[in-house]
């Protein structure tokens, strides 16, 4: 791997922060990365991102199944859900796209919640409806 020095003087660390005392190298645009290098990151960043992805099905799953089979509403599922979904919108709000099992979960959430509340009545019903609302405002808050 190529270093060139940078000179303290100029005041500029790696980030173009100001130097610490540790810092006087960075890598280069002109840095060349074995294709090895180069595919571990890509492999890193691919698990990463299927990781990523897997919680967020999973918080989903342990949100609208219950409601599915009429089990009634989880709360905690619920704020697990809103947190995983802003979890997911931190790497992703600045990306140009988002993985596609991501973005049918994301797409689907308000109206699978939404069908699932008219398996109940009055206030539950009105309570789960909310519910949808919340998750598809997180949704747009999160990759927005």
Known sequence: MAFTGLPKQRGLSPVNEPVRESCDAVITSATRRSPHHVAELADTE???ETDLV???EEAADRFVIPLRMNEGFDEPALLQLQEQIDHCGTPWREETHVPKRAALILAELHPSIEACAWLYEG???QRIQEAGVV????VIAALD
């Open 46 to 48: 691919a698990h990463m």
């Open 123 to 125: 206030n539950m019903r």
């Open 54 to 56: 897997s919680r967020l």
């Open 135 to 138: 998750v598809a405002e997180a």
